[in-house]
């Protein structure tokens, strides 16, 4: 089958959305199809091998520009496409990662409302560029903040949408309260046509479809997968001290780096008979967090804490293996209820229980596989209550990381993920009813 798959690049950052979007077409060619992934508005950044087209469309120097200035909106198509040169948009993604996303407003809109917004030029050359070169049978989306594109597509391609669902509230709950008014209408009428969905949980369907006023029977759900080269798997758990508890996700308040280091001084404080213990953090950290990562290492130095932790940069996948391989324990507290949870994933592929809150995707991925205990959200207390408890039973730190293991090998697999969306894909482009 002849897919294109269009991904929304994150101005530079690692992002959990690219990283799987990455992995599943990688897997869907491993499997003989012909798939194409296109990056938009940014070149995607991935630790794995990156398998997006070279070009990027809806290049996010035009797509501003056209916003800001209504004479780009006419410009010829050479000087569009040296604007969008990877370099270019590299270099101007070191900016556009600082926006705040409720900067962004009359931007999302605009893009919201396709050929009726400012960058219509942008949508109408990625449409005839999908009819006329890559000739697909269907279309997959990122995520609905791109549905603007849909009826274009649908217009020139003839071939049926697919839209995924990964993380579209949170861009939308940051916005003023009246762009994000505008928008919510704008997407259910551009998915009116669509003729599928993609959650990441169960979790995540049931959230969206009341969100955005979406049939729930449309969206099937399809847990993210991921690749298992190099990955430990089970392993001995280590006995010895000291034993370390890691971080590894974005660096960010959402992500709850402020509520694992809150609960650590309390482990630390309390005591408890516990045995020598560290603290690492790995993941992105983008310029405009670094502020927040350092008020949280000076909370721990104050706490007399700064000789048990360690920031570790894995800019490479093989880095990051060596981090989580490295872990006893693993916890990323978010604030936000996450769709998705692949650092999750990550770390249980190498044998690595966790302690997660008890919102988002989390209660379902522990239900299928085992892998760690659940705590209230945003109750630092419980979290060290709960780390203690494991850091103090280990034959249950092995059982746990036991099921870890065998569970991400057994139902979260790229090749899996990329079966089950092949499976809904083809259901689709012969218009098959979806199960509910």
Known sequence: MRIAYITAGAAGMFCGSCLKDNTLVAALRQAGQ???????YTPIRTDEEDVSLPRVFLGGINVYLEQKFALFRRTPRWLD???NRRWLLRLASRFASRTPYRELGELTVSMLRGMDGNQAKEIAELAQWLAEEWKPEVVVLTNALLSGIVPEIQRRTGVPVVVTLQGDDIFLDALLPEHRQECLPLIRANCAQVAAFIAT???????MAEYLGLPRAKIAVIY????????????????EPPLTIGYFARICPEKGWHQLVEAYCLLRRKGRNLPALRLKVGGY???AEREYFQEQMARLEKAGLAGEVEHVDCPTH?????????LDLFCVPTVYREPKGLYLLEAWANGVPAVQPAHGAFPELLERSGGGVLVPPNQPEALADALAELILDPDRRERLGQ???????????????????????????????LPS
């Open 403 to 433: 099921a870890a293991a065998a569970a991400v090998h057994q139902a979260f697999t790229a090749e899996r993920m990329a079966q089950d969306t092949l499976q809904l894909l083809e259901r689709c482009r012969t218009l098959t009813t």
């Open 285 to 287: 950290l983008g310029a």
């Open 34 to 40: 012909e798939a194409v992934l296109i990056p938009t």
């Open 201 to 207: 949980s169960r979790y995540y369907a049931d959230y």
């Open 81 to 83: 496409h040296l604007f």
């Open 224 to 239: 993210p997968g991921i690749q298992l080269a190099g990955c430990s798997g089970a392993r001995p758990i280590r006995r």
């Open 318 to 326: 093989a880095d990051k293996l060596r981090f989580l391989q490295s």
